[in-house]
Structures are given as structure tokens and as C-alpha cells.
């Protein structure tokens, strides 16, 4: 069974862009979180969607945002880019909603650099 | 609310030599605990993780851990370390009752010395 994978793999973007980052989740999971990586932070959830409604929220500005199709694809977009949106962003799904005993199983990330 | 404490940012570890990489978490509420690791430049993939039963969890590449209610930590284990160990772990810490985000700890660095 494939993994969760991420597209693109690497961004290079400059400060004001937006960027859409992509993530298909393991055949047959509904659930999808998305998580921000920075050295500073470490990681820290941005959201979860489960069955295209965004069940759950981080503490982020609402440039941040995502959506869920109906196959369960996920997409996150970031507008107006700062310098300090440079991280890993990665995914996660699981087969159910990630509360309680669900495992989330993790994309490879999409490393972005803000110029 | 629920936080998790890795307090070692970077352990390093002779080759074969015993490991262990501690994280204490802090909740009202019962929870569940994983460990992750993630190898240079890839995702994070799941060690192993406590639910309920039996303290003592196994997981794969020979790591282990212990879930200590009372002292809130879920140290994580290895009897012998080998060079491939060398990667980022870590801890996390969900509520039982549904609805929450996974927590994760800052992170701890293991670099395994030949």
C-alpha cells in the first residue's frame, strides 16, 4: 500500500506569493492533519480535516488554510509569505479522525524557503 | 491542555552501548503516547506507542519504552544502538477523550559515535 506523499517536494518562494502544498493521503484514510516544522518551534499542528470538514484548528494567522476533497486529498495554501513561513510542512493521515489511538502515518514534508 | 518535555536536545551514544531518551508529558486527563523518529530529510515514522495494558511497549528496530503514570514519563529505550539509530525522536502525547491534536516534544538528536 502506497504512503502519504506530498507534492511538491521543495519551494522556493519569495516574500507576498502564496504557495498550495498537496497531499494524498494512504488508500482508504479519511482523516488529514497538517503540521509545521521549524528548528525554532519544533512541530506544531496547523489542522486536521476528516471527511472534507476541518475538525480541528491550530494556533495559526489565517493566512494559513486548507481544504479537503472528496477523495481525501488535501491541500493547504499560505498567502502572503513571510520569512518566517520557511519550514517543513508535513502531512499526516490516519484512518480515522486523529484523536485517541489513531495512528497518523507521515508524509515525506514539503521543505519551503521564503526569500 | 497537555504538554509533552523532552529534556535532552541531543544524546550522543557510542555504538552498541545502551540509549535511553527521556520525555515526561503533563495532562488532566488520561492519555495515549507515541514515539516517533525521523531520519535526515524524510517524515516522521511511528516507533511505537502506548494505549493501554501492559507499562512496558515494544516497537520495531529493537526500541522499547515505558509508560510511568505516576512519575508522567514514557522513557524510550535501546540496548544497543547502531550507526542507522542516528535520526531526531520524538515524543508525543494525545487526550483519550477525542477531539485533540497530537502534542509533540521538542525533539531529541541522537548521534551514535563508531
Known amino acids: 500500500k502506497a504512503g502519504v506523499t506530498q507534492t511538491p517536494r521543495y519551494l522556493i518562494k519569495t516574500r507576498g506569493q502564496q504557495v498550495t502544498l498537496s497531499c494524498s493521503p494512504i488508500?482508504?484514510?479519511?482523516?488529514v492533519s497538517w503540521y509545521q516544522q521549524t528548528p525554532g518551534q519544533g512541530l506544531q499542528f496547523l489542522f486536521e480535516?476528516?471527511?472534507?470538514?476541518?475538525?480541528n484548528k491550530g494556533n495559526f494567522p489565517g493566512r494559513f488554510s486548507g481544504r479537503q476533497f472528496s477523495n481525501s486529498r488535501s491541500e493547504m495554501n499560505v498567502s502572503t509569505l513571510e520569512l518566517g513561513d520557511s519550514a517543513l510542512y508535513l502531512c499526516?493521515?490516519?484512518?480515522?479522525?486523529?484523536?485517541?489511538?489513531?495512528?497518523?502515518?507521515f508524509g515525506p514534508g514539503t521543505r519551503l524557503l521564503v526569500l | 491542555a497537555q504538554s509533552v518535555t523532552q529534556l535532552d536536545s541531543q544524546v550522543p551514544v557510542f555504538e552498541e552501548a545502551p540509549v535511553e531518551l527521556r520525555c515526561n508529558y503533563s495532562?488532566?486527563?488520561?492519555?495515549?503516547l507515541f514515539w516517533y523518529v525521523q531520519y535526515p530529510n524524510q517524515g516522521l515514522q511511528l516507533l511505537l506507542k502506548y494505549l493501554s495494558g501492559s507499562t512496558l511497549v515494544k516497537g520495531i528496530n529493537g526500541f522499547e519504552a515505558e509508560f510511568n503514570k505516576s512519575q508522567t514519563s514514557f522513557h524510550l529505550r535501546k540496548p544497543s544502538v547502531h550507526i542507522s539509530d542516528t535520526a531526531e525522536y520524538f515524543c508525543?502525547?494525545?487526550?483519550?477523550?477525542?477531539?485533540?491534536?497530537?502534542?509533540f516534544g521538542t525533539g531529541t538528536r541522537l548521534t551514535i559515535i563508531p
Open positions: 499526516a493521515s490516519s484512518f480515522g479522525t486523529s484523536g485517541g489511538e489513531e495512528t497518523q502515518y
Open positions: 508525543a502525547v494525545i487526550s483519550n477523550f477525542g477531539n485533540e491534536k497530537l502534542t
Open positions: 488508500s482508504g484514510h479519511r482523516s
Open positions: 495532562s488532566s486527563v488520561s492519555v495515549y
Open positions: 480535516y476528516f471527511s472534507e470538514t476541518q475538525r
